[in-house]
């Protein structure tokens, strides 16, 4: 079996189709030994604070999230994560937003919140994902 690129990947998505195609990519191209699912931003919000602060704790070095979710969007997960930011980065934690918007005002808005690495479009591809993970 060959060497995962990252040890954990956190998946942000409501859906499961979605969801279910990218975790079988990872999986199958051996991209990451663990992935962390949440179907909304509160609950990988939770998450992220509690296990931030925990050195013991191996967090996601990718996230992988979506805008438009249900109970807490893509949107307010970024504004709510904002202050965990400098220790995202700390731990070297790259987020990036995976939309199906091409409102360039969004994709735009996206790429220059601090703490996003990448905008990826919907369908995701393999060769994004790699980016994502290599980049």
């Given at each position: 079996m060959e060497k995962p690129l990252v040890?954990?990947?956190?998946?942000?998505?409501?859906?499961?189709?979605y969801v279910s195609l990218v975790t079988m990519m990872?999986?199958?191209n051996s991209f990451a030994n663990e992935l962390l699912v949440f179907q909304n931003?509160?609950?990988?919000?939770?998450?992220?604070?509690?296990?931030?602060?925990d050195p013991n704790e191996i967090l996601p070095s990718i996230i992988l999230?979506?805008?438009n979710m249900p109970i807490m969007n893509g949107w307010e997960f970024?504004?709510?994560?904002?202050?965990y930011a400098d220790k995202m980065l700390e731990r070297d934690i790259k987020l990036n937003i995976?939309?199906?918007?091409?409102?360039?005002?969004?994709?735009?808005r996206?790429?220059?919140?601090?703490?996003?690495h990448?905008?990826?479009?919907?369908p995701i591809s393999k060769d994004a994902i790699v980016e994502a993970f290599l980049n």
């Amino acid at each position: 079996m060959e060497k995962p690129l990252v040890s954990k990947v956190c998946i942000i998505d409501d859906d499961r189709l979605y969801v279910s195609l990218v975790t079988m990519m990872i999986k199958k191209n051996s991209f990451a030994n663990e992935l962390l699912v949440f179907q909304n931003g509160r609950e990988a919000l939770d998450y992220f604070k509690n296990a931030i602060d925990d050195p013991n704790e191996i967090l996601p070095s990718i996230i992988l999230l979506d805008l438009n979710m249900p109970i807490m969007n893509g949107w307010e997960f970024l504004k709510e994560i904002q202050p965990y930011a400098d220790k995202m980065l700390e731990r070297d934690i790259k987020l990036n937003i995976v939309s199906s918007t091409i409102n360039p005002e969004e994709v735009n808005r996206a790429e220059n919140h601090d703490i996003v690495h990448n905008f990826i479009t919907k369908p995701i591809s393999k060769d994004a994902i790699v980016e994502a993970f290599l980049n």
